[in-house]
């Protein structure tokens, strides 16, 4: 059930009982499923629930580039889709990609990038495709994360995973993992990405209002919260090869 409609918000974003209005703690993360090769026809795949957000992740390559003229004879290049279906959010929204899906894109491409060896792939492409079924606050985070391990998924080298999440401030309280409604009605809203083998942070966006102090314990709210994210990531990419190998020694008698 939508919680904004016509762009009427809450007047509260704490319940009486000093929860968030889905019952969450301040620093809780929503719920998260994630379950890696989902996509028969696809090189790799991820599918990620997090929260109402439900999102698909397809990979394919190194393979040729089309258009031609976007190939780099020294290096290959990492192209991503972005998309929201028309159903996922409350107001129907246009079929054709907008500005924002490619400036998320974009930010996804830029998020994913350091972990790949592109350098050993010249004149190739790798194209990651994601379409979100049902959004509801944070898709380019969840996106980001789903897009980590559909790579992963399709046996690509990678130096690390990239795991990501929001963090910001609603009502006055610093929180992690901003729904759709906090995110509209909130205070601040941080998206981050860190890849794991520097430990870097390859996303940061701010939009809204906090001071430096709030910003510091936000950045370790989500340094926390990241931490959950990669375990949740691994989990899911090692269950894969652990169900393989039950089905094999189910097989050998
Ligand atoms: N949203 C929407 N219609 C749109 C774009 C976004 O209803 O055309 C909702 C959707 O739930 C999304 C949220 O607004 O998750 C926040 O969007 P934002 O652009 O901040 O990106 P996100 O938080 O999803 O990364």
């Known amino acids: 059930m939508p919680l904004i409609i016509n762009d009427i918000y809450p007047e509260k974003l704490f319940r009486e009982d000093g929860k968030r209005l889905d019952g969450r703690e301040k620093n809780e993360l929503r719920p998260i499923k994630m379950e890696v090769g ?10 990620l629930e997090w929260g109402n957000n439900k999102i698909y ?13 976007l190939a780099k004879p020294d290096r ?4 991503v889709f972005y998309r929201m279906a ?12 907008g500005r924002r899906e490619k400036e998320i894109s974009m930010i996804i491409t830029d998020c994913l990038e350091p972990v790949l060896f592109l350098e050993l792939y010249p004149g190739t492409a790798f194209e990651v495709f994601i379409e979100v079924m049902d959004a509801d606050g944070g898709t380019r985070c969840a ?5 980590a391990l559909a790579l992963a998924d399709a046996g690509v080298p990678m130096r690390s995973l990239v795991s990501s999440v929001a963090v ?4 006055g309280q610093l929180v992690t993992d901003l729904s759709g409604i906090e995110d509209k009605a909130g205070d601040a809203d941080l998206p981050c990405a860190i890849t794991w083998f520097n430990e870097e942070l390859s996303l940061l966006q701010f939009d ?3 001071s430096i102090e709030e910003l ?15 375990q949740l990531q691994l989990t899911a990419l090692k269950s894969k090869y652990t169900s393989i190998l039950e089905e094999v020694e189910g097989g050998e008698d």
């Open 57 to 69: 992740a397809a990979v394919y390559g190194p393979r040729e580039v089309h258009p031609h003229h």
């Open 216 to 230: 510091n314990e936000s950045l370790l709210n989500a340094r926390n919260a990241l931490d959950q994210i990669h």
């Open 208 to 210: 809204g209002d906090m």
């Open 76 to 79: 290959g290049i990492l192209r």
């Open 143 to 147: 996106s980001t994360t789903v897009a």
């Open 38 to 47: 989902v996509i028969s026809n696809a090189d790799g795949s991820a599918y």
């Open 86 to 97: 028309t159903f996922s959010v409350f107001e129907r929204k246009r079929p054709a990609p």
């Open 168 to 171: 910001g401030k609603i009502d």
